[in-house]
Nanobody
């Protein structure tokens, strides 16, 4: 059963960049499709980006297309989310998640504890 730990959150001004990392343990990392989600105060958790187990396939939610990049290093059991051109509306707790099978926006069974990202205007 895979365990996930996020890092790299923090505070940044509008237009800035942050990179989130999610380290996996206790599982065969390259068996899992990985995803990033976020939850803003008072809102439901939403899908942000997903990457296939091999890393060759990616999928992004419309609000982050062209600004965020998901990637993974299977040798390091880590998935990343590079966030550029950040906006105040990107402020949220960001979660990484894992599932078996193809990239989906739902159906993730394993979750990290979350990392706060705050973008100030």
């Amino acid at each position: 059963q895979v365990q996930l730990v996020e890092s790299g959150g923090g505070w940044v001004q509008t237009g800035g960049s942050l990179r989130l990392s999610c380290a996996a343990s206790r599982g065969t990392f390259n068996n899992y499709t990985m995803g990033w989600f976020r939850q803003a105060p008072g809102k439901e958790r939403e899908f942000v980006a997903g990457i296939s187990s091999s890393g060759r396939g990616t999928y992004y939610a419309d609000p982050v297309k062209g600004r965020f990049t998901i990637s993974r290093d299977n040798a390091k059991n880590t998935v990343y989310l590079q966030m550029n051109s950040l906006k105040p509306e990107d402020t949220a707790v960001y979660y990484c998640a894992a599932r078996q099978g193809v990239i989906r926006t739902t159906g993730y069974g394993y979750w990290g504890q979350g990392a706060q990202v705050t973008v100030s205007s």
